[in-house]
């Protein structure tokens, strides 16, 4: 507000403008001392008074002295105070600082219109108000005998001190924080030596932590630290070191000792199960580059390795495969719960394949002789939906195996014999295993397994239909088997039968000729069994005849029957009369004369049959039951049974080797040895070594399949 | 004539010691014998012919320069397979290992640098004859594989036996060269 005066334009005189600046020079004064002043309004017009009709450029200098003055003086008092620690040392900085920015604000709102008017078309030569008076203090408090080191010293000593657990005084650190910001101090001397700091502490950290501490704790205390350093950011620090502080920790953490933490120990937890652990290592890994990669390797390496401890140790075939569900289950929940990152589950896919794998054939064989218990009658372990799912968690493991033709050969014969033998748990359960492997691997690998159920039903049909026409009273059931769909059986036609039997056979072989002319039947004895009445005329003063009910196989039967005609009878003589396969009799003379149900007496007594060893009917046989059953022998399997299907299955391989060979060279005529091995990978379909390969081509050369070119040994050429 | 017959063999054989040597092999190689220790007749008159001898004095001298007719890599080759042919029961496929190594030992002297390390390890190893594919490819690896094995490639398409060899070879090497 300018003073008008009655006459004329208004003059402002000299004196006046001295008057003027004496009363302002007063008020910074106390503003400056005090804080405060009293009459704000009239400075304020006095104030833009002086502006209007003064010299502003004089003003300015004239404050900015004041200014300067003041905190030179402030500066010199701070100096010379003593200071306990290094608390208060901050503190009385940061009183100073806060009085200076109050007195600042409140001048530049006096001199406002100074600022408006002058300084701000000045900018390039003059700061504002505020700035100037930011920069005195930078100029005269912190550049002056190291006020600013010894603060920022301070600064960082405290916050060591807070790290090491000590309580700080938070709210003052933010003020001086705060203030080095508002200087531009900041970036320039405070930043560095933090981030210097910290990384220093926490390489020391890492190092005696990990020394000293498990795994798990280890992960426990880098939790923890990452929340402290957040928290003192977020509180006192401010966010724009946000980033690198944490960075900071991560790296010394966690980055520089990822091998170290992963070895020492990953295998433990993983061993223990311990989710939780699991999952906080992942998560702290996940932060680090290549944390997570290295965390898969040793994924990867744990179940390979556990993993061969499972399938290798031949000690442990009984339970393999019960093992190896169990612990895909468990690895199963430790990667959902701990890992949930799609690279872990691929690297649990590949580790199951490899180690698998290793051991060639016997998981396969194994994993079928598993279904096969648990298909049976008899298996009362699983409700119908514990089957299912355990059957369908086998066929996860059944996916890995590389050489699926080997356990279609055991699945094959096993399945055979419980349709044969009747069996079979349900006939439901048998058609849902079916689909599940159809589903697996296509309609080709269950063509024949679905061919044998449709034997069984078809033969089913028949026999009803031969029961109607031939009306006879004698209890017979007939399964007629299509070569091709079932195992290779060895034909046993030499075996003599009894002569009844043989006339009924005889009467269903007309039958069933009779509605399919073209084909051939042979009977396969070895799969055949029967129930016999039997009667033992006990020597004893006690006259009463032992009467049973046995269940035999047909083998069993065939030499029981000899002894209607014969008391004794010599090893040698049961071989001719009964034409029986010689292994085969002896492990069926086994069966009855010495296992655990003596129909027949061995003479002499012992395990093994020899061709001086006589038999007759045990006159004194007692059983508590019966009805008695002595058919075991077919449904157990032997080792040489195991041993044959796998040499057939190998043999079968050999034959495709070869047909592969010959197909491939015919359509190519020539081909070199890289590219002929690389083809025959892709269109065989169980594992080989190159080995194999190279046997079977030399073979065809032998054969003159195919020859070598003459001025080139690495390729071949067709032979036609 | 049965006269010149006993003169070619005399002239063979006044050429070495043994009846059975790498000049008796070349002679039979040119005169294009199928059958070991017979001649026919044909071959007789067609291989001297071919020899340019039409003296005794002439098939003397030819005898002692037979050397020449292998030193062509080419025509070396030709008559190393030829010898399988020869060594062998004319009934056979295969060759079987005495013969084999006895043939060995008299063609590939001086051309095979691990020819006695081969003799060993066919000799104790469990096959009994050799066929014709092994018998030729030998020499590729005689003249091709360094004597440290280094070039040798198992991934390639050499027999199983060279790569067993190969197999067998190898740790004996380093163990004599460490």
Redesign the interface.
């Known amino acids: 507000m300018v003073s008008t005066q009655s006459t004329g334009p208004p003059v402002v005189t000299g004196d006046q403008l001295e008057e003027l600046w004496t009363r302002l020079q007063l008020g910074l004064s106390d503003i400056l001392s005090t804080g405060d002043t009293r009459n704000k309004s009239s400075l304020l017009e006095d104030a833009d008074n002086l502006c209007i009709h003064g010299d502003k450029q004089d003003l300015y200098k004239k404050i900015s002295r004041e200014i300067e003055d003041h905190m030179r003086g402030c500066s010199a008092s701070f100096c010379k105070l003593d200071f306990p620690d290094q608390t208060a040392f901050l503190r009385e900085l940061a009183d100073v600082w806060l009085k200076h920015s109050k007195q600042t604000y409140l001048i530049r709102n006096i001199f406002n219109y100074l600022e408006r008017r002058y300084v701000i078309s000045q900018h390039h030569q003059l700061l504002p108000l505020w700035e100037l008076g930011a920069q005195t203090f930078r100029t005269e408090m912190m550049c002056v005998q190291n006020v600013s080191g010894r603060c920022i010293d301070s600064v960082l000593a405290l916050i060591e001190q807070e790290r090491c657990g000590d309580v700080i005084d938070g709210s003052l650190i933010g003020t001086i924080t705060l203030m080095l910001r508002k200087l531009d101090m900041y970036r320039s001397d405070f930043e560095e030596a933090f981030l210097q700091q910290t990384n220093e502490y926490y390489r020391r950290q890492a190092v005696a932590q990990l020394h000293s501490t498990a795994v798990p704790e280890y992960l426990g205390y880098v939790t923890r630290s990452l929340e402290e350093e957040e928290r003192r950011l977020r509180l006192y620090l401010g966010s724009s070191s946000r980033d690198q502080v944490i960075k900071t920790v991560e790296t010394n953490l966690i980055g520089n000792h990822i091998e170290g933490l992963l070895e020492k120990g990953f295998d433990a937890m993983m061993d223990g199960s311990r989710f939780m652990e699991l999952q906080t290592l992942s998560t702290l890994l996940s932060r680090v580059p290549e944390g997570v990669y290295h965390m898969c390797l040793y994924l990867y390496d744990y179940i390979k390795k556990r993993g061969l401890e499972i399938v290798m140790n031949p000690e442990k075939d009984k339970t393999m495969v019960h093992d190896l569900l169990e612990f895909k289950c468990t690895i199963d929940s430790i990667i959902e719960e701990s890992f949930p990152n799609e690279d872990c589950v691929d690297v649990k896919k590949k580790a199951f394949e490899e180690f698998i794998n290793k051991r060639p054939n016997k998981p396969a064989e194994l994993i079928a002789k598993f279904i096969d218990g648990k298909l049976r009658s008899g298996n009362k372990e699983q409700n119908e939906e514990e089957l299912e799912d355990m059957l369908d968690r086998v066929m996860v493991l059944f996916r890995f195996i590389q050489g699926k033709d080997i356990f279609e050969a055991f699945y094959k014969k096993d399945l055979a014999k419980r349709l044969l033998m009747g069996k079979s748990a349900s006939i439901d359960f048998e058609k849902s295993m079916l689909a599940k492997l159809k589903r697996e691997c296509g309609s080709q690998f269950t063509f024949k397994l679905e061919g044998m159920f449709k034997d069984i039903d078809v033969s089913k049909d028949l026999m009803s239909g031969y029961k109607e026409k031939d009306g006879s009273t004698v209890d017979l059931g007939v399964t007629v088997l299509t070569t091709g769909y079932w195992p290779g059986y060895t034909p046993d036609t030499a075996v003599v039968i009894p002569s009844q039997i043989a006339k009924t056979l005889e009467r269903y072989k007309v039958y069933y000729l009779a509605k399919h002319s073209g084909r051939k039947l042979s009977w396969q004895h070895s799969l055949s069994f029967c129930t016999i009445r039997a009667s033992f005329n006990t020597t004893s003063e006690k006259k009463v005849d032992q009467r049973k009910e046995l269940s035999v196989s047909a083998y069993q039967g065939v030499v029981l029957f000899l002894f209607n005609s014969a008391t004794k009878l010599s090893y040698p003589q049961i071989i001719e009369a009964t034409g029986i396969e010689e292994e085969q009799l002896q492990r069926t003379l086994q069966s009855l004369a010495c296992g655990k149900v003596r129909v027949l007496r061995k003479t002499p007594q012992g395990k093994d049959i020899d061709t001086g060893d006589s038999f007759e009917v045990n006159t004194d046989f007692k059983h508590k039951l019966f009805k008695i059953k002595i058919n075991q022998v077919q449904t157990k399997e032997t080792t040489e049974e195991n041993t044959n299907t796998t040499e057939k299955v190998f043999q079968d391989r050999q034959y495709q080797i070869d047909a592969a060979i010959v197909r491939v060279m015919k359509a190519r005529k020539t081909m070199?040895?890289?590219v002929l091995?690389s083809e025959l990978y892709n269109q065989l379909k169980f594992p080989v070594k190159?080995?194999d390969l190279?046997?079977r081509?030399?073979s065809l050369?032998?054969r003159d399949y195919m020859e070598?070119l003459k001025d080139d040994?690495?390729?071949?050429h067709y032979v036609a | 004539t049965v006269d010149g017959r006993c003169k070619v063999r005399e002239a063979v054989v006044s050429t070495q010691s043994t009846g059975y040597s790498i000049n008796a092999l070349i002679f039979s190689w040119r005169l294009g014998v199928v059958v070991q220790g017979q001649i026919t007749r044909e071959e007789f008159t067609n291989g001297l012919m071919a020899l340019g001898c039409d003296s005794v004095d002439k098939l003397k001298s030819r005898v002692s320069q037979l050397d020449n007719d292998i030193r062509h890599p080419t025509k070396f080759k030709d008559f190393y397979q030829y010898t399988f042919t020869f060594a062998k029961d004319t009934g056979a496929k295969n060759l079987g290992i005495e013969d084999a190594l006895r043939t060995w030992k008299i063609v590939l002297a001086g051309r095979f640098s691990h020819l006695e390390d081969w003799c060993t390890f066919i000799a104790q190893h469990d096959r009994r004859s050799i066929t014709r594919d092994t018998w030729n490819l030998l020499l590729d690896f005689a003249s091709t594989i360094n004597s440290d094995l280094s070039n040798y490639d198992e991934e390639g398409a050499w027999p199983i036996l060279i790569d067993e060899f190969v197999g067998w070879l190898r740790p004996r090497i380093n163990t004599s060269t460490s």
């Open positions: 070199t040895h890289p091995v190159p080995t190279k046997k081509i030399e050369i032998e070598r040994i690495n390729t071949y």
